[in-house]
């Protein structure tokens, strides 16, 4: 087995590692102050402008479409995901800089797989341009949202129009000024068979019944970076039935295409914040004294260190492996390893920056480091996309499968 990057990969590492070196991590401080000072908290600052012009003149931009789609830079799942590893480090400021940040990552990728020509057009090329965001509607506050059927707002053909209502919460990005279109998820077939009831829909954010009702908080934290979360109320939202994306009854299958890439999006870039926050406790620890020696010295703070690095390489390593078979076999044959790094990477991202908050003291809690808002992006992340319950359960289904089909219910 060959664990070596490829010649394009390696390239691309080094200049996204120099880019965040020169531009991004020198950049976190004028985006958080930024971002406190202006009057609209969803709102870009300034300096993410100047960060997407910089990125594109390194072309590094629209890295995360694959060579599957006519657009982007043709990277395959295992070229792109140490790229999405480094950006890991500055999930708040990285991503976007680069125009490879959730949940418009995942809506392009749906438009340029299902849209037509001229939904393409309207949506797509802005977005790839980074001149509008968008939002992605799914979750709903009534329901077990973690079983996708339950999904109950109605999408109702009227002549030529389709009829919205129902209520969404988590609506990622909506938030935003510059969020421009709303993918939402609903039933168009409540009498059809289970995984053939829903469909999704683009509807323009401004569009009359779409009523937004407040942004949820991740932590305490309004996570303004990539336009919030959002609760709406959808009341007779028409909308063209040209707006259909893909085919009434394809909203399951449309989903899975968005949540198998956008998966392994999330668990390369947690395993870069897990990696922050080594190198955050690390230089902490090396730079203080307790008890008559630096705190790295303690053993316990050695532990740490030591089974971070081991938790961190076996993330990497079946999250490259996952990455390797969606390229190989697809996202549906590597359906069972993408809910294994899903519960993997932010369960280690989670104990390792746990113990980074620990070195750290007080600090570690405090808005002067990042660890504390790391923390609750990974921890968010054990319930985004699939709870890590309903993915243990898949795994645990086909490791049983065998047995379950010899014995009798």
């Known amino acids: 087995m060959d664990f070596a990057y490829d010649t394009t990969t390696i390239e691309l590492q080094e200049r996204l590692s120099a880019f965040m070196e020169e531009f991004i991590y020198p950049a976190e401080e ?9 009057d609209d908290r969803w709102a870009s600052p300034p300096v993410v402008e100047e960060l997407k012009d910089a990125a594109r003149v390194q072309g590094l931009w629209n890295l995360f479409l694959p060579r599957t789609h006519e657009y982007g830079a043709g990277l395959t799942n295992v070229q792109y995901a140490p790229l999405a590893e480094i950006t890991g480090g500055a999930v708040w400021l990285a991503p976007e800089a680069l125009n490879c940040s959730a949940p418009d990552t995942g809506n392009m990728e749906l438009l340029s797989l299902f849209g037509t020509d001229q939904q393409k057009r309207r949506w797509l ?13 799914m979750t709903e506050p009534a329901v077990g949202s973690s079983d996708a059927r339950n999904v109950s707002l109605s999408i109702t053909r009227d002549g030529d ?28 077939d409540p009498d059809a068979e289970t995984y053939r ?44 039935v040209e707006n259909l994306l893909g085919e009434e009854g ?37 730079s203080r004294s307790t008890f008559g020696r630096t705190i790295i010295e303690h053993g316990v703070v050695e532990r740490w260190i030591a089974e971070a690095r081991v ?19 697809g996202n549906k044959g590597a359906r069972i390893e993408i809910s294994a ?35 609750a992006v990974a921890r968010s992340l054990q319930i985004a996309d699939g709870p890590d319950e309903v993915h243990l359960m898949s795994i645990a289904r086909r490791e049983t499968r065998g047995v379950r089909e010899r014995v009798p219910a």
């Open 125 to 137: 090329e802005p977005l790839l341009e980074g001149e509008i965001r968008s939002a992605f509607s």
């Open 250 to 286: 394809d909203g399951f299958r449309i989903a899975q295409e968005r949540l198998g890439p956008g998966r392994i999006h999330h668990a390369m870039r947690t395993i870069g914040m897990a990696e922050r926050a080594l190198e955050l406790m690390i230089e902490r620890t090396a």
């Open 161 to 188: 129009e389709y009829v919205i209502n129902g209520r969404k919460w988590w609506t990622s990005g909506a938030m935003s000024p510059r969020c421009e279109l709303l993918i939402v998820m609903g039933v168009t």
């Open 30 to 38: 004028s985006f958080f102050r930024q971002r406190a000072e202006m």
């Open 311 to 329: 938790k961190i390489e076996q993330a990497r390593l079946l999250t490259l492996k996952t990455a390797w078979l969606m390229d190989t076999v």
């Open 197 to 240: 009831r829903q469909s999704m829909i683009l509807v323009p954010n401004d569009t009359p019944g779409v009523n937004i009702l407040r942004s949820t908080s991740v932590f305490g934290y309004d996570d303004g970076y990539h336009g919030g979360h959002a609760e709406i109320v959808y009341e007779d939202v028409r909308v063209p």
């Open 341 to 375: 790094i899903k519960v993997a990477a932010p369960e280690v991202a989670t104990w390792v920056i746990d113990r980074a908050i620990q070195a750290h003291g007080a600090g570690g809690v405090s808005q002067d480091f990042p660890l504390a808002e790391l923390y």
